[in-house]
């Protein structure tokens, strides 16, 4: 038995050995950080302790930009990319012929490189001295004057962050969704157009709260993911994402971390815990609702 | 009474086109959207850098492609060895993990011993902290180590994955338990049998963990940007975003999309050959990518 027992834990070492080092220690580590007051990464000595670290990134406009970034980012990326999703899903659901190849296409965005597609984003959106381009070209049709999406004014910024997040985080919703809706029971539906149930009510009332729980599921992670939203930023407006005011909070902690800005992990960790502690509280806000809006199949 | 029925059948029916007809509209515009930014970024590549700044308004074909942004994309920048390095990290990075998680798996689901299940709950509840919290010490410890601009620097951290341990582990507990004592009775040590039947039995699931890793790695970003500033070890997502700021200048974008080509290219191929296990990994439990 005293062998056996010793087998067991050398087939788990390594992995203990890997998630110890580089997932539990930096987890406590990085609250112990918070608390040190001036910390100096070269000599490695702080003067004290306190929460001074929280209260200067709270009083820095770079964090209060990202925080205000990051707050938009979520509020309007969230509800619509769901919304659309469902749609798309939807619409899939009820075709035959094609419905394969349209899956593959719109699972497309999930497999290429962020920064690499958001370049293309730039050229598409940018305005500069040889081209409006081309987005500006189809406003135009509309007779809207052209607008720099990169370098001009916030909200233009701010659609195409929204945009391109949109664009990013949507194969993953449809693809959730398609087969939640494919495992809807074929006999609800049935039964309800035996009884006549027109098409809009068979959807509110038997498709949506069968597939409630992925749908909250979704919303759940979709807040945490776009809490967390980064390098679609960087795609589009590069490494120095304070100088075009589209800063987020990760963006934040990276930047003290690193960089010209960086060799602060103090703030960084007092960010970070920061931005865990706003998360952590919109998911409990988001399973209290789901609790009462859910629907169950026991 | 009949006429009735017949009617509202035929309504029906009308309903029933005109949604299918509103369906494809809506799929098909969308399928535009997300097509839209590869054919733009396929056709800039192949444009003349002198046709494609004279057109003031862009042109949705070219009738004379070329080539030659993709020589300099090769030439005036390191694309080459963005590329390299990519692939050793992304190769050993996926062999690490599988060597790490495979035993883990097997551990779990196939030997008893004690505290066995305190730890798998351990391990599971590893699942929920955020990356954003620990890659501040992961940085610091790693510059300590002074293996920034290191592979060591740049892989030891991206080796471990508890959500693919848990896939694994899953997976290998279907296997009927009559199997391994069988085998026990034979004289078969764990290990052979871990790679005479498990691993052979269970391969699907592991070539998914190991798609799904090589995505994760080939797009990873942070991490290499916060231990990585000599050039001579940036991957791609960096190698991008320093041809972006410093490589062919602002105004050279066909030779920029070439390079965003090259860089896109390996992953939608595996896309296409892999399509369903891809679709199947990631809808089975992976988060946002």
């Not at chain 2, 090259?262 to 891809?278: D, E, H, N, Q, T």
């Amino acid at each position: 038995m005293e062998g056996k027992s010793a087998k067991g834990w050398l087939y788990l070492l390594p992995a203990i050995l890997f998630l110890g080092v580089f997932l539990v220690y930096p987890l406590i580590d990085v609250f112990i950080y918070s608390f040190e007051e001036g910390y100096n990464s070269a000599s490695q000595t702080f003067f004290g302790t306190g929460i001074y670290n929280y209260s200067y990134i709270l009083h820095d406009p770079y964090f209060l930009q990202a925080v205000k970034n990051t707050f938009i980012l979520v509020i309007a990326t969230v509800p619509l990319s769901t919304l659309i999703a469902l749609g798309i899903s939807y619409c899939l659901s009820s075709i035959k012929p094609l419905r394969e190849l349209y899956q593959t296409v719109f699972f497309l965005p999930y497999v290429t490189n962020t920064l690499a597609v958001g370049l293309v984003f730039m050229i598409l959106f940018q305005k500069n001295a040889y081209t409006d381009g081309l987005v500006n070209l189809v406003l135009g049709l509309f007779g809207i004057s052209p607008i720099d999406f990169i370098d001009g004014p916030y909200w233009a910024k701010m659609f195409v962050l929204c945009f391109y997040t949109i664009w990013v985080v949507l194969p993953f919703k449809i693809l959730i969704l398609t087969s939640a809706l494919a495992s809807v029971n074929e006999e609800y539906y049935n039964a309800a157009k035996i009884d006549g149930t027109r098409p809009f009510r068979i959807f509110r009332k038997i498709t949506l709260p069968m597939i409630s729980p992925m749908l909250f599921y979704l919303i759940i992670t979709g807040f945490i993911g776009a809490f967390k939203a980064y390098s679609d930023a960087v795609a589009l407006f590069g490494t120095n994402l304070n100088a075009a005011e589209m800063n987020t909070i990760v963006g934040y902690v990276y930047d003290m971390l690193y960089g010209d800005s960086g060799g602060y992990p103090s703030y960084a960790s007092a960010a970070a815990i920061v931005l865990f502690a706003i998360v952590l509280t919109i998911t409990c806000i988001n399973l209290l609702i789901s609790k009462k809006h859910v629907h169950y199949v026991g | 009474m009949n006429r009735d029925m017949i009617k509202s059948e035929r309504s029906a029916k009308t309903g029933k086109v005109l949604r299918n007809v509103l369906s494809y509209f809506i799929l098909t515009f969308w399928a535009i959207i997300v097509l839209f930014p590869f054919y733009w970024m396929v056709l800039t590549s192949v444009k003349n850098y002198a046709s494609y700044n004279s057109e003031y308004i862009p042109k949705f074909f070219t009738l004379a492609p070329t080539l030659e942004n993709y020589a300099s994309a090769f030439t005036a920048v390191p694309l080459a060895r963005y590329f390299i390095n990519t692939v050793i990290f992304t190769v050993l990075t996926t062999a690490l993990m599988l060597v790490v998680i495979i035993p883990a798996a097997f551990a779990f689901s196939r030997l008893s011993f004690k505290g066995r299940d305190a730890v798998f709950t351990l391990f599971l509840s590893m699942m929920m902290i955020p990356y954003e919290l620990v890659v501040i010490t992961n940085y610091t410890t790693v510059t300590d180590l002074g293996l920034r601009n290191t592979f060591t620097g740049l892989i030891l951290p991206s080796v471990t994955s508890v959500f693919y341990i848990y896939l694994l582990k899953e997976n290998f507990s279907q296997i009927p338990d009559e199997l391994y004592y069988a085998a026990k009775v034979d004289g078969t040590r764990d290990l052979k049998y871990l790679f005479k039947v498990m691993i052979p039995i269970c391969r699907p699931t592991i070539v998914t963990v190991t798609i799904l890793k090589v995505i994760e790695c080939w797009n990873s970003y942070v991490w290499p940007r916060l231990v990585t500033d000599d050039p001579n070890y940036f991957l791609v997502s960096n190698g991008i975003q320093e041809i972006r700021e410093n490589g062919f200048g602002r105004e050279n974008i066909p030779a920029m999309m070439a390079a965003v080509v090259v860089i896109s290219a390996p992953l939608i191929v595996l896309f296409l050959v892999f399509r369903r296990k891809i679709m199947e990994g990631v809808a089975r439990g992976g988060t946002k990518g």
